[in-house]
Nanobody, 126 residues
Framework: QLQLVESGGGLVQPGGSLRLSCIGS????????IAWLRQAPGKEHEEVSC?????????YYVEAVKGRFTISRDNAKNTVYLQMNNLEPEDTAVYYC??????????????????RGQGTQVTVSS
């Protein structure tokens, strides 16, 4: 059964940094694109970033985080990371990692994603 476990959230001041981790199990990790989604209080889920499967390195970022967030993956460790720099109060949300229902060859931002983990809370506040 495909599982993803997020970690690394916390409370940080504006301008600070956090690195989120997402560890996968129960599936062939490097055949799946992985995405980070977030949900702020009272808002819908938003796709923040995604990374294609294997090592071709293709990534996507929502406009609001371009230049501040970096997604990467280490397939040997079944892990995807989200490095978040220069955090803003608007980044406050529960962050989830997600995978499509099955492997695809689509550009990662063209996949439908299913949230598989419990999420990790990121709070940006002074």
């Amino acid at each position: 059964q495909l599982q993803l476990v997020e970690s690394g959230g916390g409370l940080v001041q504006p301008g600070g940094s956090l690195r989120l981790s997402c560890i996968g199990s129960g599936f062939t990790f490097d055949t799946y694109a992985i995405a980070w989604l977030r949900q702020a209080p009272g808002k819908e889920h938003e796709e923040v970033s995604c990374i294609s499967r294997r090592d071709d390195g293709a990534t996507y970022y929502v406009e609001a985080v371009k230049g501040r967030f970096t997604i990467s993956r280490d397939n040997a460790k079944n892990t995807v990371y989200l490095q978040m720099n220069n955090l803003e109060p608007e980044d406050t949300a529960v962050y989830y990692c997600a995978a499509p229902p099955y492997p695809t060859s689509f550009a990662c931002q063209d996949n439908e994603y299913v949230i598989r983990g419990q999420g990790t809370q990121v709070t940006v506040s002074s």
